[in-house]
């Protein structure tokens, strides 16, 4: 088994299924437009960003959207400068 990632000009984000939870982790996410204040787990780091979904959570579609078009546009940013 893996773990499901996704990549647009650089990874943007890995998931891991956890005992009750679900981690969502942004590699680059101390750089992302967060308006909406959707991380909620390793806000202590230098790079990356997380979100722990719990089963009955709710989830911001919106806001999560929002991080993915930032993370999309980091690494769009990044490989202009290459």
Do not use: C
Request: a positive charge.
């Amino acid at each position: 088994m893996g773990s499901p990632a996704w990549y647009h000009n650089g990874l943007i984000a890995v998931a891991n299924a956890h005992k009750g939870k679900v981690k969502v982790t942004f590699s680059q996410g101390v750089h992302l437009q967060e308006h909406r204040k959707i991380f909620n787990a390793g806000l202590e780091g230098n790079k990356w960003r997380a979100i722990d979904i719990y089963e009955n959570d709710r989830v911001d579609e919106a806001a999560l959207k929002d991080v993915i078009r930032s993370a999309v546009a980091f690494n769009l940013a990044g490989s202009k400068k290459r």
